[in-house]
């Protein structure tokens, strides 16, 4: 079952052809994880959404409150029985009608939710490879920093992953520093110091990256910094991480010849869960 602007519908309607986020990537989107019948750190998506609309100059509609928003996604989890563990995707994209200019700033929503086998985030120690992907390159623009509809980067990224048998990749802005990988935020441990690209590199302003960074800062021992991370700071690092919403933390266990650590991703994890 799927929620498009208040109704509950088949998951197998259909949209309009003119839809705006398929012809031009003229949408904007968040991804959520549903825990016990609650939404984790929902005010920080709901402000990174409304955040995200403004940006793309959408009309925010009056009823987009929290308590509206937040009631739409808890509604299709219902409908879907499975309001333990889920993850949703709530997209919003302007109303059909226009070329590159549309014809109105109106729009729409759209709620599709799948269930999670894991409410808890669990840490993996398996094998986890990345190296660069550089064919394409992250602007250092404020569009970098919100999620859009228009992610081809990460699908030719996600693909050159697979072609050469890795677990991921990271990418690299026009400055050739390394932004973030193909799914989340990246976090660079070397020593007692840990770092992660700042917002105006370009990486996405992530919700679990948000996390990590208030429990990290209130940890005596680390020196926590948004810094530029080049290519050859990899080398140096004693510890790697991914960080997103679905996953949490994963662990990144080697990128060309280095091999890494796990030991501040495990215990970040722990912390997380006690979080929620």
């Not at 991921?168 to 799914?183: G, H, P, Q």
């Not at 679905?246 to 890494?260: A, L, P």
Request: charged fraction near 20%.
């Amino acid at each position: 079952m799927i929620n498009y602007n208040g109704t509950i519908l088949s998951s197998d309607a259909n949209l309009s052809n003119s839809n705006r986020a398929f012809l031009y990537g003229d949408g904007v989107f968040e991804t959520l994880k549903i825990v016990n019948g609650k939404v984790l750190f929902f005010e920080d998506h709901y402000f990174r959404l409304m955040a995200a609309m403004r940006i793309v100059r959408m009309q925010i509609p009056n009823n987009f409150t929290l308590e509206y928003i937040e009631e739409q996604i808890l509604n299709t989890v219902t409908a879907n029985n499975c309001s333990n563990s889920a993850r949703v995707r709530f997209t919003v994209f302007r109303n059909d009608g226009g070329f590159y200019l549309p014809n109105t700033r109106t729009v729409s929503f759209l709620i599709q939710v799948s269930s999670i086998e894991n409410a808890s985030y669990v840490f993996s120690d398996a094998a986890y490879e990345v190296d660069l992907y550089k064919d394409f390159f992250v602007s250092k623009q404020l569009l970098s920093t919100i999620k859009t509809t228009n992610k081809m980067l990460h699908i030719t990224g996600s693909i050159f992953a697979q072609e050469n048998e890795l677990q991921n990749c990271l990418l690299v802005n026009n400055e050739k520093n390394v932004v973030e990988a193909l799914n989340g935020n990246i976090f660079m441990l070397i020593g007692s110091k840990l770092v992660t690209p700042s917002i105006d590199e370009g990486c996405q302003n992530g919700i679990m990256r948000k996390q990590v960074l208030r429990l990290t800062q209130k940890m005596e021992s680390l020196e926590v910094v948004e810094a530029v991370i080049s290519p050859f700071d990899l080398q140096k690092a004693d510890e790697l991480f991914i960080t997103n919403i679905i996953v949490g933390i994963q662990s990144i266990t080697k990128y060309r010849k280095k091999e890494f650590k796990t030991d501040l991703a495990k215990e970040l994890i722990s912390q997380i869960n006690t979080l929620i």
